[in-house]
């Protein structure tokens, strides 16, 4: 099975920037699609950004368009979710997930396996 492990999480100012990465294991994930996804304190897990397995369609959410961009290495076998611009309301605990399909969903129940988060705290 695939293992995710995420990383580069931490505690900037409004406006600052961090770069996640998400690091995988196993065969077949450079042919799989990976999400990123947050929850907030007393939130609902939701999609920030998705990318197909081979880098070339991408998606975001509304709230973090133009901010973020997500990027993928497959033969490093890492994906990466750069924060530009961030605010306090992105402040949650940040997620990487897989599924074996090729393109990428918004739907966390679509997603095979998740890593185990990231802490990302934006002060105002």
């Known amino acids: 099975q695939v293992l995710l492990v995420e990383s580069g999480g931490g505690l900037v100012q409004a406006g600052g920037s961090l770069r996640l990465s998400c690091a995988a294991s196993?065969?077949?994930?450079?042919?799989?699609?990976v999400g990123w996804f947050r929850q907030g304190p007393g939130k609902e897990r939701e999609f920030v950004s998705g990318?197909?397995?081979?880098?070339?369609?991408?998606y975001y959410a509304d709230s973090v368009k133009g901010r973020f961009t997500i990027s993928r290495d497959n033969v490093k076998n890492m994906v990466y979710l750069q924060m530009n611009s961030l605010k306090p309301k992105d402040t949650a605990i940040y997620y990487c997930?897989?599924?074996?399909?090729?393109?990428?969903?918004?739907?966390?129940?679509?997603?095979?396996?998740w890593g185990q988060g990231t802490q990302v705290t934006v002060s105002s």
């Open positions: 196993g065969r077949t994930f450079s042919r799989n699609a």
């Open positions: 997930a897989t599924r074996n399909l090729a393109w990428a969903t918004r739907d966390p129940n679509a997603y095979d396996y």
């Open positions: 990318i197909s397995w081979g880098g070339d369609r991408l």
